[in-house]
């Protein structure tokens, strides 16, 4: 079993621009979850996706959205990046509201 | 006042010495209660989690949670260099809410 895979795994973007990161959740998991973790902090919940709804927000602007499709994957889209968006980007996966497991993290770099 | 506090650290102790990680919390709704080990620049590891109140032993690791106190803690026994990494608490009402990790360095 992989896990939970994230890709890619660093990005480099300028400011203004727009990325997509993408998470497939470990096998049997139904529910996706977004964090962000700036450096020397604890991860920052931004979203959690389940049966392709979003179904709780964090404390994050609409630049911040998401999907998640049928087979369970989900991507993160960040439009407008700012320079203060740097930062790793965690997916976790979970079946239902049991504790997640994370990917290794998109390392996102905004110049 | 954050739903969920930790002391970042760093800890930094020798090798053998029993380690006592430590969080509070103020949600009285959070159900799940979770410590994880990151490593740098990875993604955190989930350690070992409790539901509701009460001890749980994995080998080296002991997990308190006292909801009363709305406490929870983490005992590592016999602590290795190979135990260095960051360890954060969470806590869970179907969101995971995390504490800002606590560093640990154990010398050899």
């Known amino acids: 079993d992989a896990g939970v895979t994230q890709s890619p795994t660093h990005l480099i973007k300028t400011r203004g621009q727009q990325v997509t990161l993408r998470c497939s959740p470990k096998s049997g998991h139904d529910t996706v979850s977004w964090y962000q973790q700036a450096l020397g902090q604890g991860p920052q919940f931004i979203f959690q996706?389940?049966?392709?709804?979003?179904?709780q927000r964090g404390n994050f602007p609409d630049r911040f959205s998401g999907h998640q499709f049928p087979n369970y994957s989900s991507e993160l889209n960040v439009n407008a990046l700012l320079l203060g968006d740097s930062a790793l980007y965690l997916c976790?996966?979970?079946?239902?509201?049991?504790?997640?497991?994370f990917g290794q993290g998109t390392r996102l770099t905004v110049v | 006042q954050k739903e969920v506090e930790q002391d970042p650290g760093p800890l930094s102790v020798p090798e053998g010495a029993i380690v006592s990680l430590n969080c509070t919390y103020s949600n009285s709704a959070f159900q799940y209660f979770m410590w994880y080990r990151q490593y740098s620049r990875k993604g955190p590891e989930l350690l070992m989690y409790t539901y509701s109140s009460g001890n749980k032993e994995d080998g080296r690791f002991t997990a308190q949670v006292d909801k009363s106190s709305k406490y929870i803690s983490l005992f590592i026994r016999d602590s290795q260099p190979s135990d260095s990494a960051t360890y954060l608490c969470a806590m869970s009402a179907a969101i995971g809410r995390f504490g800002a990790g606590t560093r640990l360095t154990v010398k050899p």
């Open positions: 996706y389940y049966e392709e709804e979003e179904r």
């Open positions: 976790a996966s979970s079946l239902g509201v049991k504790p997640s497991i």
